[in-house]
C-alpha cells in the first residue's frame, strides 16, 4: 500500500511563510514526476507546482517568484516553500505523485489527502 502524507499546513498573516511537505511511503520504487494542487472553496482544483524525476520545475504564474518546490528523492518526499503568502493562497493543498510501486511494470497516481492552508489579511 502506498501513501501519500502532507504536513505543514496552517493559519498564517499575509506576507509569512509556510513549507509543505509530502512524504510517500509503501513499497514504492521510484517516483517520476510529483506535484502540488490547490483548491479552494467554490473553485476547480489547480496545479499550483510540479516536479519531474530529473528536478526540472513549472509554477502557476500566480505563485512564480514566491513557491518554491522541491525533492528529496532519498526521503520519498516533495516539498513546497511558500513565501510571500497571499489571502488568495488560501486553499486545501494536495500533493500528487506519478509513482511505480516495487515489483510493477507501471506507475500510478497517487494522491494525499490534503493540508488546509489560511492566509490571513
Known amino acids: 500500500q502506498v501513501q501519500l502524507v502532507e504536513s505543514g499546513g496552517g493559519l498564517v498573516q499575509a506576507g509569512g511563510s509556510l513549507r509543505l511537505s509530502c512524504a510517500a511511503s509503501?513499497?514504492?520504487?521510484?517516483?517520476?514526476?510529483a506535484g502540488w494542487y490547490r483548491q479552494a472553496p467554490g473553485k476547480q482544483r489547480e496545479l499550483v507546482a510540479s516536479?519531474?524525476?530529473?528536478?526540472?520545475?513549472n509554477y502557476a504564474d500566480s505563485v512564480k517568484g514566491r513557491f518554491t518546490i522541491s525533492r528529496d528523492n532519498a526521503k520519498n518526499t516533495v516539498y513546497l516553500q511558500m513565501n510571500s503568502l497571499k489571502p488568495e493562497d488560501t486553499a486545501v493543498y494536495y500533493c500528487n505523485a506519478n509513482l511505480r510501486r516495487l515489483f510493477s511494470d507501471y506507475a500510478s497516481n497517487y494522491w494525499g489527502q490534503g493540508t488546509q492552508v489560511t492566509v490571513s489579511s
Open positions: 509503501g513499497s514504492i520504487f521510484s517516483i517520476n514526476a
Open positions: 516536479i519531474t524525476s530529473g528536478g526540472s520545475t
